[in-house]
């Protein structure tokens, strides 16, 4: 009789429940992906009968909002500081997978799911992936993944190292962290880890200040790292891109590999998406110019045919080269372009953003904020789309972009590099890349996409080719379930051994 493969998925965040950036959407998807794969994969591929995935997160208070039908699950005590905490856990149901979540005194009533503060937040992951382990110890679910996601839940893959030390339970789950910003390190909550019964590593790999830092830790002890994209496991090995732990990752090189993150295609589909002023295809090209007038209507800017529009959408984040897009347009003011910004975030970048369309009344607009139907809008109107990330583990939005036929105009970086094909290959390209995060190399590309797109015929092609491109999770997720098996068996291979 074919068994079932347990995998116990820790997130931050996951939506539908509570999203604030990409981990969410990869922690709410992916899973269900996983579950939906079993059913429809011939048996010599998913070996295993079903993916039992069960996903845990906080109880966060934006969470407790939601009105879900909720049953508890149980109720134990977490250690911490030589006092005794009670967590309580809460069991629901999505698309057929199991959701736990872990309730607090360290998870606030009231507040945001990340604080920014690694004490303050330290001490609420911290306590929820421990609670998250011990669940598995009351449910007597011993999974054979362990797959935690960032610094936040790394602490779980810690802890389980050190449990398989003097406890038979977890002996044959294997580990996976899974990194999506490996900046975000937890860095300051080690405290918070050694009160919680987590010592400092002892290892002379780790570097000394990476030693308690929760996902160095997890970085340290997991069986297996997967980043978010190929071209990023690769450049975390490397000072540009590695934080401080890319000579720590090297040693450990055989043992972290690369997935990309999949595109919810239901959700993101230019056929049938409300926001739109006309729904098209890719047969139906030429509707996006009525979402291209529309669009500069709704900004105040007018409708020049002859004008490359582009785009971009983004967190106002140093990491997203917001500051070379601007400088890269200023510069080729000669060229013809129009320009719409939307985002938010870092006041300076806030300035420059006003500071550049009181330079450009004419040609470009800052709409500062999160505008879900405005993004939208956005993706199918402007012809081209700009991502000057100076890092980018994987990135949507280039996902997104291509398929509303937005050409992306991107840095060869993460996850941008893995999913865009430059259209110097005539037959097959789908974008602009350039190399450096620098001004110059922009200004370039600028010029390079303005060119293409007077050549109707060739940006249509193009425009066809990124349409058509599969982003889908169901890709995505045989990846990770080959990943998982091979982890399983490699851990019982280990576990036999111990
Ligand atoms: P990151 O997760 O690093 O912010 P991604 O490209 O992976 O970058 O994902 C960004 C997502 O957030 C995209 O779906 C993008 O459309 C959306 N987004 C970013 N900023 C805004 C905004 N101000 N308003 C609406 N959507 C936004």
């Given at each position: 009789m074919k068994s079932n493969l347990r995998v116990l998925f820790l997130a931050a965040e996951a939506e539908p429940f509570v999203?604030?950036?990409g981990l969410g959407d990869v922690a709410g998807s992916l899973p269900c992906a996983l579950r939906a794969l079993a059913s429809t994969q011939p048996p010599d591929i998913t070996g295993a009968g079903e993916i039992d995935i069960r996903l845990a997160l906080p109880f966060h208070s934006a969470i407790k909002k939601l009105s879900l039908a909720l049953q508890k699950e149980c109720e134990f005590i977490i250690p911490y500081a030589k006092k005794k905490y009670p967590a309580q856990v809460f069991h629901t149901q999505r698309n057929g997978v199991s959701v736990y979540l872990i309730d607090g005194?360290?998870?606030?009533?009231?507040?945001?799911?990340?604080?920014?503060?690694n004490v303050i937040d330290g001490r609420k992951f911290t306590f929820f992936s421990l609670a998250a382990l011990e669940l598995a110890r009351r449910m007597n679910w011993a999974p054979d993944i362990l797959h935690a996601n960032d610094w936040h839940t790394a602490p779980a893959v810690y802890a389980l190292q050190l449990d398989r030390k003097t406890c038979a339970?977890?002996?044959?789950t294997a580990t996976l962290l899974g990194v999506h910003n490996l900046p975000y390190t937890g860095q300051g909550a080690g405290k918070v880890l050694r009160e919680f019964g987590l010592p400092p590593a002892v290892d002379s790999s780790l570097p000394a200040w990476a030693q308690d830092v929760p996902l160095a830790l997890g970085l340290y002890s997991a069986d297996h790292i997967v980043a978010v994209s190929p071209t990023y496991a690769t450049e975390i090995l490397t000072p540009e891109f590695g934080a401080g732990l890319e000579g720590f990752l090297s040693h450990h090189s055989q043992k972290i590999s690369g997935i990309l993150n999949g595109l919810d295609m239901v959700a993101w589909d230019p056929a049938h998406d409300?926001?739109?002023a006309k729904n098209y295809d890719r047969k139906h090209l030429e509707d996006r110019g009525q979402n291209r007038n529309a669009l500069l209507d709704e900004v105040g800017l007018d409708t020049a045919p002859a004008t490359t529009l582009f785009g971009l959408i983004s967190r106002l984040d140093r990491q997203k080269g917001i500051d070379l897009a601007l400088e890269a347009l200023r510069r080729r003011a000669d060229l013809p372009w129009q320009v719409i910004i939307l985002g938010s975030g870092a006041q300076d970048l806030e300035v420059a953003l006003r500071q550049f369309v009181a330079e450009f009344p004419q040609r470009a607009r800052a709409v500062i904020g999160f505008d879900a139907a405005l993004s939208r809008k956005i993706y199918a109107g402007a012809d081209a789309f700009l991502i000057p990330s100076r890092y980018e583990p994987c990135g949507l939005a280039q996902m997104i972009a291509m398929r509303y036929g937005c050409i992306p105009v991107a840095r060869a970086t993460g996850g941008l590099r893995d999913t865009i094909t430059d259209?110097?290959?005539?037959?097959?390209?789908?974008g602009f890349l350039f190399e450096e995060a620098k001004t110059e190399a922009l200004e370039v590309a600028l010029q390079r996409v303005i060119a293409a797109a007077k050549q109707p015929h060739g940006w249509r092609a193009m425009q066809n080719r990124a349409m058509e491109q599969d982003f889908s999770w169901g890709r995505s997720a045989q990846e990770y379930y080959k990943l998982y098996q091979s982890l399983i068996e490699a851990r019982l291979r280990t576990g036999n051994a111990d």
């Open positions: 999203k604030v950036g005194p360290f998870i606030p009533e009231d507040g945001p799911v990340y604080c920014g503060d339970f977890f002996k044959h409300n926001a739109l259209a110097s290959n005539v037959d097959n390209g789908t």
